[in-house]
């Protein structure tokens, strides 16, 4: 994407690229559902097509929409899932603040300090958060070593709170 013109050589105009990532992101859509509906307004597109839109483009409107996110507030819930993926657990960091708005997310393999370490620097080092004042977290002690080695490198505040 760090060409002039990255829609340069495509089939489609621009908008309708758009248009279609914009929809398989914003909406609970497979990819054979949206080039079904894509198909019944004209345009003959197959969902492989579509696929490979989402995983050029989605990165790059991810990096550009995250300035405009709104920012959140000082006291974060941070809590993890696991997923089977490909028959494989996978991790799911999520913290979310007071209302219930986004701050971040992270997919990783394991569970462990390094890992919620990982995920407390990505999310500090987002455009859209404040510095938290108060985290709360599950009983994982995972988060408490990742915080306490934070807090001794002072990427995070002495006064934020568990």
């Not at 004209?42 to 405009?68: M, N």
């Not at 006291?75 to 996978?90: A, P, Q």
Request: glycine content about 2%.
């Amino acid at each position: 994407m760090s060409r002039s013109n990255p829609f340069k050589w495509r089939h489609y105009e621009p908008e309708i690229i758009l248009l279609c990532v914009r929809w398989y992101l914003s909406y609970p859509l497979s990819y054979r559902q949206l080039a079904e509906m894509v198909n019944e307004r004209g345009l003959d597109i197959h969902h492989s097509t579509i696929y490979r839109w989402v995983q050029q483009f989605a990165p790059e409107l991810d990096k550009r929409c995250r300035p405009y996110l709104r920012p959140t507030n000082d006291s974060w819930r941070v809590d993890e899932t696991y997923l089977k993926i490909k028959g494989k657990d996978r991790y799911l960091y999520r913290a979310v603040d007071s209302q219930g708005r986004t701050i971040d997310f992270l997919l990783t393999a394991r569970r462990d300090a390094q890992a919620a370490k990982r995920f407390f620097c990505k999310a500090l080092s987002a455009v859209h958060t404040q510095e938290p004042r108060v985290i709360n977290v599950d009983k994982n002690a995972a988060y408490s070593k990742a915080i306490e080695e934070l807090k001794a490198k002072e990427e995070l505040s002495k006064q934020v709170e568990l």
